[in-house]
Structures are given as C-alpha cells and as structure tokens.
C-alpha cells in the first residue's frame, strides 16, 4: 500500500492519524492533500461544513493530528459555535490538549483580561495568521496586529489550528516563539443561500449574526458578504460590551489556480473588568469582584467625597474602563498552479487600526498626585480636571501596515522543495494622554475624549517605524513510503526605529528621564528545523521534530518589554548592546494510534500521545517600577534577559467511540516549566532558581462528552485547571479548579420546497456549577503581590440558526 493510499484509508475511513472528536469530510481531504505524494493526484477538497445546514448530530469536533512531523491539534468553525455562538477563536482552543485559555467573559472577546498559555508559553510568545495573514503578538496595547475575533466573525471560521510544539517555517511571525495558532475563514458555499443566526441570554446579551451566499457563477466566481452585532451587558457592572463587525469574501477557482480577496471590519468597544489587587497580607479578604460604578455618577461623587476610596487601597473602584478599537483588514492572494509540479501563492495585506484604552478614575490615588504635579505644580487638581474628582486616562494607538507573503512549491519526485518569504513594513503610533473629567458633563465609556475634550497633559507621543523581513527554505524527502525526512531554515530581520516629538516631563514616568530615540535592528541568519514522519503501522504513526525559533523585540513605547519603552537613551543604548532576543529549541515527539474495536459497547479508539522538552534561553524580564503591578500612574519598566528556561511535558489525548451516537474525549496534560537561574534587581538578587513559571499550571484534564441521536445532540465539557503560581518566586498562589458547560441543540424538522431550508434551536450553559475562582493573573513582581481577574459565573444563552 502506497503512503497517499494507507493515509487516505486511514483518514476517510473515519480513523484519522488521532481524530479526538471525529473529522469532517473536508477536513479529512485536507489532511489528505498534505500527505500525498508530490506528484501525486488528490481529490478536490470536499466542500467545507455549512453552519446553516449541519445536522445536529453530525460529530465534527477536534482534531489532533501530525500533518508534518509537529503535533498539531484542530477545531472546525462549526464546533466553535456548539462550545458557544459567536466564541473567539482563541477561547475555542482551551479544549485543546496543553491549552490554557481565560477571560472574565464566557465568549473569550475581552482583551484586556484574556491569559493564554501553551506549553508554558505566553500568549506573546506564540505566532498568529489568518489565512496566512500574519496578525500581531496579541500584546494588550497593541502595534504590530489584531485579535483573531476582529480580524473575522466567529461564525465565518472554517477552522482553527494549533501548532503547540513548533510552527511552520513559513508561519508570517516574529513571535512565535513556543508555537503558532493559524484562523482559517470559510470560503463562500457553493450554493446560494442566507443564514440568520440570533443570540439571547444572560445579562440582555443579544447577538445577530447574518450572512448571504452568492453561490457559485459564471466559471468559478462565488462570494458572501455578512454581518453581526454582539451587545451584552457585564455580568458584575453596568456596561454593554459589543460592537458591529462586517466581512466579505470572493472566489474565484479554476485549474489555473485560485484567486481570494477577503475585506474585513470591526469596530468594537468592551468595558473592562477591573483587576483586583492581591497582596500576602490579602489574598483571604480581598474582593471577589471589583466592578467600576457608571452610569451612577452621583454614587462615585459620594464614594469620593466620603473618602470611602481610600479605604479600599489598591482595589478602590474607577468609574469606568474601555478599550474601544476600529479596524479595518484586508487581502489580496493568489495561488497560481505553474504547472503540475509547481505552484506559487502571492498574498498582499493591509490592516488599520485606530484605538484607545481609557480609563476614567480618582484624580489622588496610585501615585497620581506626584504625576500632576509635574504638569500643575501648587495647583487645585479638582479644579485643574473640571470640579468632579475624577481624570480621564487614554492611551491612545495608530496602526497602518501592510505586507506581502509569496511562497514557490517544487515537487521533484522523492522532494518536495518550499521556498518562501515575508515583507511588512509597520507604522505605528502611541499617545499617552490625560483629559478632565467636567462634575457638570460627565464622560461614558462610549465616547472618545479626543473627539470633544481637549487634553490637559499629553505625558508622551511615540512614533515607530518597523521593517520585518522573513524568508524560509525547507525539502520534505520521501525516503521510503512510509518513511517521509523534513528539513528547513528561516531567517529573520527586524529594523525598527522611534522617534519621540513629545517626551514625559523627567521624573514624571515613574523610572523614566526620557523616552529613548534610534534604531535597533535583529538579524537572525539561521533558524534550523528537522522532523520525521514514520507510518510504524497502518495504525500507528510516530513522529519527532526539532525547531529552533525567535522572539524579535517588541516594539512600541506602550508595550512592556519593548526597548523603546525603556527609561532612558543610555538604557537603550546598553540594551542594544548587552541585550539578545528570546530563543528556544523544541523537542518534541510521539505517536498515534487508531483503532476499530468490538469490546462491547466500545467501537472505536483513537489516541495520541506527544512528549516535549524545550530549552528557552535569553529571557527577558520587565522589572516594574511600581509596587503594584497595574498602577494605573505607569512607568518605564527596567529590561533584561535573565536566564533560561526549561520545560518538560507529555499530552495524552484520546476518544472512545461507544457507536455512532456517543463518543467520549479526555486530555491529560502535564507541563513542568521552571526558570534555571536566579536574576539581579538593583542590589537584590531574587531567588527564581528552580521556580515554576508562574500563571502556567502543572496539570490540566480537559474531557468532552458528545451525544447525538435524531434530530437531538448535546454535549458535555468539563475543563481542569490547576494549580497556578503568581509571583516569580512562587510565595503566592492561586488553587486549581474545575468547570463545566453544556449544550442541547434540536433540529426542527422541515418539509422539501420551503423557504426555510434549515432551523436549528439550541441551549448553551457556561459554568453550569457557579463556580468562583480565579481566571487571568496579571504578574509582575517577584514576591508579595500579583491581580486576578475572576471567572465568569453560570449564564445562559438561546439560539436560533435559519437557513434560507
């Protein structure tokens, strides 16, 4: 049996290489195409799975899967919307072996508090594309991308794929250091149609989503256009979190080769959930919850005034929080078929990005009053804001970039040959901005100050300028049948610079005298890959893989660990000197196996196993400045790399089949990340030497339970997390804990000759058990302190999918 025939027996014949939860027909024939021989002809790829006409019961949820010699694990957009309409595609995830995915918000949307953790890798130290595209490190603030969830609808993703060892060396990225996660948009359906899909629930949340589908025309062409609406109300204050998003996608696909340009727009606002501040001398009494007090403006004058504030300390409640974000992202890609031995993909993109992170608090607490004083020495700050008490913070952020990816495919019998590069030149800008906050005319969430206030004290004005360069070369050799060799380079460079045209007032950015000026280029020359893929068995598949890879700088004034954010041009300029860019080797490998059984009620099993060992050297460390890790005054944190990091772990996935109706998935994930060496703050060394990585826990147990039968399916999931330390020298720590969610959906019936092709009701319950804990951890200091945001409480939510 040829390798192209054992791989597609084993894929269509519902035994994929590990099919946790099942795999589609599409995804089968995916899976299919990048097994075959070079050469060789693969079937056209099955249609994707239409949301509008999924049956209820259909089994298409996870995949895991070693397309290569990397592990790599998959969910299709379908089962994204049975874990919840309108889910990010990140939140999607945490059913994922090694995955640790929190938010304060059930659908994963809110940025501010979102934790992502794979294989004891943050979420800025992984790669992100859609559709190739590459889309950011996902930093807060940030300047170099966007979010998957405003880069497209949940509703248009085809799939979601996750790398969790290595990347791809051809994965447009300057961060994907410990792995990449690729977003896949659904192409247009092949036959005209309409899908509404509306959303009620908890807390007046209201969610509409719409899409018409041209169907395909005229020699290939084909497109959809759709929109949605999401507006929720918070679970513990008074804030509507939501905002419009639209997309489009063309088609054009004939043997020539395929010609896609997508457009995408997303303007969101999301008032956020206030960390709370836990201290050694806290943690058993701090609150549970800090929520911010709009609209009841009187209630924060009297909160104010009675000097109640002050008594809450670090926890004292804002009046209101937001981040409020407009993009708009595009791209133009063509895939030429040269000939029946090569190909060449050429992709343009453009994205823009206009947002500002606002906060609206107490003029005299966290060190606010020194701040002032630089601006309005021996001045009234009540008067000098507009009377109220308050000020309003911004932070305000430009985004315009736009780049090209271009890969050639050569099959040369035994060797398929892959070259392929990346160019984006970034533009990016950060403000730093303060705005009074009039007792007579008081600000909501929903406005921008800029657009009716003038601002009192601009502290800064930051403009970057980056050119990123990328290019890979890589051979997968055919030894044997079943035998297949992969081995690349990448190279990568990053030149940026900033200019500043206004500086902080010295001594006014806590640790700061200036902002730096300049440039600082990284050029890394040689960033090997070598995997193998060995088909052991018709069953069983064993795989190994080695990848070194680069975390280039981060680069704007407002992200943490950039070096234009540093305190001074002398800091700077030491730091180009002594300072390199993280780097980490990954070793990974392991097995899979499937297999057809006749054990009673058990028909089928499908595993895999996958151990890993990662050396992450050059660790950089921001050492903040205040004693609280998000004091709202801020300051320039003092950079370094301090040390090494070594992880060993081993995910255990697997699915039982108890016939056609029920199947049963577990993940057993265990992570042992730990620092290697102590580090020097000031004249203190901090003892991190054999330290767990904190907010990274140990274990996880991640189970999904799937029943199907008529028109009726469900599913149970529940989700392990560990325990988590929270401090760099481990003296806090938050406990583990356990959640579950759930699903019932129906398929109403529906006569031939309708205008109602499809309707599906469905019941989705997150946090079924209320369980109270602590979600994201916000760390920063060595000892003594660290914030938490809490987990989102049971809520409950009612769809209704037509299809027309």
Same mark, same amino acid.
């Given at each position: 049996?040829?390798?192209?025939?054992?791989?597609?027996?084993?894929?269509?014949?519902?035994?994929?290489?590990?099919?946790?939860?099942?795999?589609?027909?599409?995804?089968?024939?995916?899976?299919?195409?990048?097994?075959?021989?070079?050469?060789?002809?693969?079937?056209?790829?099955?249609?994707?799975?239409?949301?509008?006409?999924?049956?209820?019961?259909?089994?298409?949820?996870?995949?895991?899967?070693?397309?290569?010699?990397?592990?790599?694990?998959?969910?299709?957009?379908?089962?994204?919307?049975?874990?919840?309409?309108?889910?990010?595609?990140?939140?999607?995830?945490?059913?994922?072996?090694?995955?640790?995915?929190?938010?304060?918000?059930?659908?994963?949307?809110?940025?501010?508090?979102?934790?992502?953790?794979?294989?004891?890798?943050?979420?800025?130290?992984?790669?992100?594309?859609?559709?190739?595209?590459?889309?950011?490190?996902?930093?807060?603030?940030?300047?170099?991308?966007?979010?998957?969830?405003?880069?497209?609808?949940?509703?248009?993703?085809?799939?979601?794929?996750?790398?969790?060892?290595?990347?791809?060396?051809?994965?447009?990225?300057?961060?994907?250091?410990?792995?990449?996660?690729?977003?896949?948009?659904?192409?247009?359906?092949?036959?005209?149609?309409?899908?509404?899909?509306?959303?009620?629930?908890?807390?007046?949340?209201?969610?509409?989503?719409?899409?018409?589908?041209?169907?395909?025309?005229?020699?290939?062409?084909?497109?959809?256009?759709?929109?949605?609406?999401?507006?929720?109300?918070?679970?513990?204050?008074?804030?509507?979190?939501?905002?419009?998003?639209?997309?489009?996608?063309?088609?054009?696909?004939?043997?020539?080769?395929?010609?896609?340009?997508?457009?995408?727009?997303?303007?969101?606002?999301?008032?956020?959930?206030?960390?709370?501040?836990?201290?050694?001398?806290?943690?058993?009494?701090?609150?549970?919850?800090?929520?911010?007090?709009?609209?009841?403006?009187?209630?924060?004058?009297?909160?104010?005034?009675?000097?109640?504030?002050?008594?809450?300390?670090?926890?004292?409640?804002?009046?209101?929080?937001?981040?409020?974000?407009?993009?708009?992202?595009?791209?133009?890609?063509?895939?030429?078929?040269?000939?029946?031995?090569?190909?060449?993909?050429?992709?343009?993109?453009?994205?823009?990005?206009?947002?500002?992170?606002?906060?609206?608090?107490?003029?005299?607490?966290?060190?606010?009053?020194?701040?002032?004083?630089?601006?309005? /020495?021996?001045? #009234? $700050? =009540?008067?000098?804001?507009?009377?109220?008490?308050?000020?309003? *913070?911004?932070? !305000? +952020?430009?985004?315009?970039?736009?780049?090209?990816?271009?890969?050639?495919?050569?099959?040369?019998?035994?060797?398929?040959?892959?070259?392929?590069?990346?160019?984006?030149?970034?533009?990016?800008?950060?403000?730093?901005?303060?705005?009074?906050?009039?007792?007579?005319?008081?600000?909501?969430?929903?406005?921008? /100050?800029?657009? #009716? $206030? =003038?601002?009192?004290?601009?502290?800064?004005?930051?403009?970057? *300028?980056?050119? !990123? +360069?990328?290019?890979?070369?890589?051979?997968?050799?055919?030894?044997?049948?079943?035998?297949?060799?992969?081995?690349?380079?990448?190279?990568?460079?990053?030149?940026?610079?900033?200019?500043?045209?206004?500086?902080?007032?010295?001594?006014?950015?806590?640790?700061?005298?200036?902002?730096?000026?300049?440039?600082?280029?990284?050029?890394?020359?040689?960033?090997?890959?070598?995997?193998?893929?060995?088909?052991?068995?018709?069953? !069983?598949?064993?795989?190994?893989?080695?990848?070194?890879?680069?975390?280039?700088?981060?680069?704007?004034?407002?992200?943490?660990?950039?070096?234009?954010?540093?305190?001074?041009?002398?800091?700077?300029?030491?730091?180009?000197?002594?300072?390199?860019?993280?780097?980490?080797?990954?070793?990974?490998?392991?097995?899979?196996?499937?297999?057809?059984?006749?054990?009673?009620?058990?028909?089928?099993?499908?595993?895999?196993?996958?151990?890993?060992?990662?050396?992450?050297?050059?660790?950089?460390?921001?050492?903040?400045?205040?004693?609280?890790?998000?004091?709202?005054?801020?300051?320039?944190?003092?950079?370094?790399?301090?040390?090494?990091?070594?992880?060993?772990?081993?995910?255990?996935?697997?699915?039982?089949?108890?016939?056609?109706?029920?199947?049963?998935?577990?993940?057993?994930?265990?992570?042992?990340?730990?620092?290697?060496?102590?580090?020097?703050?000031?004249?203190?060394?901090?003892?991190?030497?054999?330290?767990?990585?904190?907010?990274?826990?140990?274990?996880?147990?991640?189970?999904?339970?799937?029943?199907?039968?008529?028109?009726?399916?469900?599913?149970?999931?529940?989700?392990?997390?560990?325990?988590?330390?929270?401090?760099?020298?481990?003296?806090?720590?938050?406990?583990?804990?356990?959640?579950?969610?759930?699903?019932?959906?129906?398929?109403?019936?529906?006569?031939?000759?309708?205008?109602?092709?499809?309707?599906?009701?469905?019941?989705?319950?997150?946090?079924?058990?209320?369980?109270?804990?602590?979600?994201?951890?916000?760390?920063?200091?060595?000892?003594?302190?660290?914030?938490?945001?809490?987990?989102?409480?049971?809520?409950?939510?009612?769809?209704?999918?037509?299809?027309?």
């Amino acid at each position: 049996m040829t390798m192209f025939s054992r791989t597609a027996a084993r894929l269509l014949c519902g035994a994929v290489g590990v099919a946790v939860l099942g795999i589609s027909p599409a995804n089968a024939q995916s899976l299919v195409a990048k097994h075959a021989e070079p050469g060789s002809t693969v079937p056209a790829p099955a249609p994707e799975p239409d949301q509008a006409t999924t049956s209820a019961g259909q089994d298409d949820t996870i995949v895991v899967t070693g397309t290569a010699t990397r592990s790599v694990a998959q969910i299709s957009g379908v089962d994204m919307q049975k874990i919840l309409p309108g889910v990010s595609p990140l939140k999607a995830l945490q059913t994922l072996p090694g995955v640790t995915f929190l938010t304060a918000d059930p659908w994963g949307n809110n940025e501010q508090n979102i934790s992502l953790f794979v294989h004891g890798f943050n979420a800025q130290q992984l790669g992100y594309t859609l559709d190739g595209l590459p889309l950011g490190d996902q930093n807060y603030g940030n300047y170099n991308g966007l979010s998957p969830q405003r880069a497209i609808i949940s509703e248009n993703v085809s799939r979601v794929t996750l790398a969790s060892g290595a990347g791809d060396l051809g994965t447009a990225s300057t961060s994907n250091l410990g792995g990449t996660i690729d977003t896949f948009s659904s192409d247009p359906r092949k036959e005209m149609g309409v899908q509404v899909d509306q959303t009620l629930g908890s807390h007046s949340t209201s969610r509409l989503f719409a899409r018409v589908d041209s169907g395909t025309f005229g020699n290939g062409n084909s497109f959809y256009i759709s929109g949605s609406r999401q507006k929720a109300k918070a679970w513990d204050f008074d804030g509507i979190q939501g905002g419009y998003q639209a997309n489009a996608k063309f088609v054009h696909d004939d043997s020539n080769g395929k010609l896609t340009v997508y457009a995408a727009y997303s303007d969101k606002t999301e008032p956020n959930e206030d960390s709370t501040v836990i201290t050694t001398a806290t943690q058993g009494t701090a609150p549970y919850v800090r929520p911010f007090m709009f609209p009841n403006f009187q209630g924060m004058l009297n909160y104010l005034n009675s000097g109640a504030y002050k008594a809450d300390g670090s926890n004292y409640r804002n009046y209101y929080g937001v981040a409020a974000r407009t993009d708009y992202l595009g791209y133009i890609k063509y895939d030429w078929n040269v000939s029946d031995r090569v190909t060449f993909s050429n992709q343009a993109y453009y994205h823009h990005n206009d947002g500002v992170g606002i906060i609206g608090g107490p003029i005299d607490v966290a060190g606010l009053p020194k701040l002032f004083s630089f601006y309005y /020495p021996g001045q #009234n $700050l =009540t008067t000098v804001f507009g009377g109220s008490g308050l000020a309003t *913070r911004t932070t !305000e +952020y430009r985004i315009a970039r736009g780049g090209l990816v271009s890969t050639v495919g050569i099959d040369l019998g035994a060797h398929h040959i892959e070259f392929g590069a990346w160019y984006e030149h970034q533009s990016s800008s950060a403000y730093r901005r303060w705005y009074p906050f009039p007792v007579n005319d008081p600000t909501t969430p929903y406005q921008r /100050p800029r657009d #009716n $206030l =003038t601002p009192l004290i601009t502290q800064y004005h930051s403009e970057v *300028r980056v050119d !990123e +360069y990328q290019a890979h070369i890589q051979d997968s050799w055919k030894v044997f049948p079943s035998l297949t060799i992969q081995g690349g380079v990448k190279s990568t460079f990053q030149n940026a610079s900033q200019r500043v045209p206004v500086q902080p007032i010295p001594g006014s950015f806590t640790g700061s005298v200036a902002l730096p000026v300049g440039k600082i280029d990284t050029h890394k020359y040689f960033l090997p890959q070598l995997g193998g893929l060995w088909d052991a068995t018709d069953n !069983e598949q064993v795989f190994v893989n080695v990848q070194k890879n680069i975390r280039q700088f981060q680069t704007s004034a407002a992200a943490g660990l950039s070096p234009f954010a540093l305190g001074s041009q002398a800091a700077f300029d030491l730091f180009k000197q002594d300072v390199e860019p993280e780097t980490s080797w990954t070793y990974e490998g392991g097995i899979r196996s499937h297999h057809a059984l006749n054990l009673g009620p058990i028909t089928a099993f499908e595993g895999q196993v996958s151990v890993y060992h990662v050396d992450f050297s050059n660790r950089l460390l921001g050492i903040s400045p205040n004693p609280v890790v998000t004091a709202v005054v801020s300051g320039a944190a003092i950079l370094q790399n301090v040390g090494a990091v070594k992880t060993d772990g081993i995910d255990i996935a697997g699915t039982l089949r108890f016939g056609p109706h029920f199947s049963f998935y577990d993940a057993l994930s265990y992570n042992n990340s730990r620092y290697e060496e102590n580090y020097v703050s000031g004249t203190t060394t901090v003892a991190t030497a054999g330290k767990k990585v904190p907010g990274s826990p140990d274990w996880l147990n991640k189970f999904v339970a799937s029943a199907n039968y008529g028109i009726f399916d469900a599913q149970l999931v529940g989700d392990y997390i560990g325990k988590r330390f929270a401090t760099y020298t481990n003296d806090l720590s938050v406990a583990s804990y356990f959640t579950l969610s759930g699903r019932i959906a129906a398929r109403v019936p529906l006569s031939e000759g309708q205008i109602v092709k499809t309707a599906t009701v469905s019941l989705n319950v997150t946090n079924i058990t209320n369980k109270r804990a602590a979600s994201t951890l916000s760390i920063g200091a060595a000892s003594g302190t660290f914030n938490q945001f809490p987990v989102a409480p049971r809520q409950v939510f009612g769809t209704i999918s037509v299809g027309f």
